[in-house]
């Protein structure tokens, strides 16, 4: 295989009132959802960006109209059942079950990732088993591997403030090399939206 690279990308079909239900709560589901479309247009931007191959994984069904191409660059498939940690679990399986040395895996939220923080998870999984960017809220925007570790989908409360340190521990009780990326901020509620530039907040909620 010439690219050993892949990024798997989550994203949930952009559906009214099933996306960005935190933030939806205050600004309601109509905002929500565009505001999640315009992130997901962000997200696409940063990755085409990143030089490795990338699937696309959907939360309901593979959307061949949207805005994600399909190409020698890009795949679609369809997350597996159960929780994030079996979704992710077997996202990883598959990508290595089809050749790729070093996976990363990202959702939507994170509007200050961009390409080159990306290409660095990347770079550092060549000394590395493992590499994670958390999030401020306790949880991680990026998770890389150089071989699929079961162990750190396993036992987590998703979605809380313990999951990188969580995944942490079972990375060092295993003995496996790890390295973390800055600590970025995920867009999950309108707290969040503090952190980026006003102007830019303005656009993510323009239909």
Not at 19 to 28: D, P, S
Not at 108 to 132: G, H
Not at 147 to 172: C, G, H, R, Y
Request: glycine share 6%.
């Amino acid at each position: 295989m010439m690219q050993k690279n892949l990024l798997i990308v989550f994203v949930k079909n952009p559906e009214l009132g099933k996306c960005k239900t935190r933030l939806a709560a205050t600004v309601g589901d109509e905002k929500a959802l565009i505001f999640y479309k315009n992130m997901l247009k962000h997200t696409k931007d940063v990755v085409a960006d990143a030089n490795t191959h990338k699937y696309i994984f959907y939360s309901s069904f593979i959307d061949t109209h949207d805005l994600w191409p399909e190409n020698e660059s890009f795949s679609k498939h369809l997350q597996s059942e159960g929780d994030l940690g079996d979704k992710m679990c077997k996202a990883f399986e598959q990508g290595f079950a089809d050749g790729y040395q070093n996976i990363c895996i990202i959702g939507s939220d994170c509007y200050a990732l961009d390409a080159q923080m990306i290409d660095k998870a990347f770079d550092t999984l060549q000394d590395n088993k493992a590499v994670i960017g958390p999030s401020t809220d306790g949880g991680y925007y990026l998770l890389g591997m150089s071989q699929l570790i079961p162990e750190v989908f396993q036992n987590k409360q998703w979605s809380t403030e313990t999951v990188t340190a969580d995944t942490e521990a079972d990375l060092k009780r295993l003995n496996y090399s790890y390295q973390k990326l800055p600590a970025l901020t995920d867009i999950d509620n309108e707290e969040d939206l503090k952190t980026i530039d006003s102007k830019v907040v303005e656009s993510l909620f323009e239909a």
